[in-house]
């Protein structure tokens, strides 16, 4: 337990959040959890609202996150990863999970939608929905690293200080690699703009 505290990593690599989760996970620490609760709670939910999710389902996912980071903080391994990493990381994993659990519509309810549509709108949404499966394809060539980055900041409308406080990363390394990514999804999308 005290050589995790006197490893090599100097007070200034070590944030406060980190020292409150390895806490939580040495000892139980119940003040460490509540701060870690106030710190997290706003700043989770508003990322979830801002990728959409209504209030009381990102309030709901919060909470389970939470309980979550109190159950498994024995899995949490500071030299791994930040505290703010590791918890981002089992929010987004959980606000997934809702979005994959989400009811789809049945077919007649779509052939009723279809049908009460017209043809101008569905000509719209088509176009919509081919552009969206062309940018999907292209956010699949980008490098793993570039479209985590990219999905964190306009899937999840984080900034960049959001994303270094979950990534850990150097705010000039998010910026290269959303420079990148833009750069090429403008290649990979040209003739979407050229329509």
């Not at 990728?51 to 990102?58: E, Q, R, V």
């Not at 519509?105 to 949404?125: G, L």
Request: glycine share 4%; hydrophobic share 40%; aromatic share 4%.
């Amino acid at each position: 337990m005290d050589d995790r505290k006197t490893s090599a990593k100097s007070p200034e690599t070590v944030c406060e959040q980190t020292e409150w989760l390895v806490a939580v996970r040495d000892r139980r620490d119940k003040k460490a959890f509540a701060r870690l609760y106030d710190h997290f709670v706003p700043r989770l939910k508003g990322m979830l609202m801002r990728s959409g999710m209504p209030g009381a389902a990102a309030e709901d996912v919060v909470q389970d996150v939470m309980l979550t980071i109190w159950h498994k903080a024995h899995l949490y391994d500071e030299s791994r990863a930040r505290a703010s990493a590791w918890i981002y990381r089992i929010a987004r994993n959980r606000q997934i999970d809702v979005i994959r659990r989400r009811p789809r519509p049945v077919p007649d309810e779509m052939v009723a939608e279809a049908e009460t549509r017209e043809t101008p709108e569905a000509d719209a949404v088509v176009g919509l929905e081919q552009e969206a499966m062309q940018l999907r394809q292209a956010l699949e060539t980008l490098p793993e690293a570039q479209r985590d980055i990219i999905e964190r900041a306009y899937v999840g409308e984080l900034t960049q200080a959001e994303i270094r406080e979950a990534t850990g990363l150097a705010l000039g390394t998010i910026k290269s690699r959303i420079r990148l990514a833009l750069e090429k999804l403008r290649h990979e999308l040209k003739d979407l703009r050229e329509e």
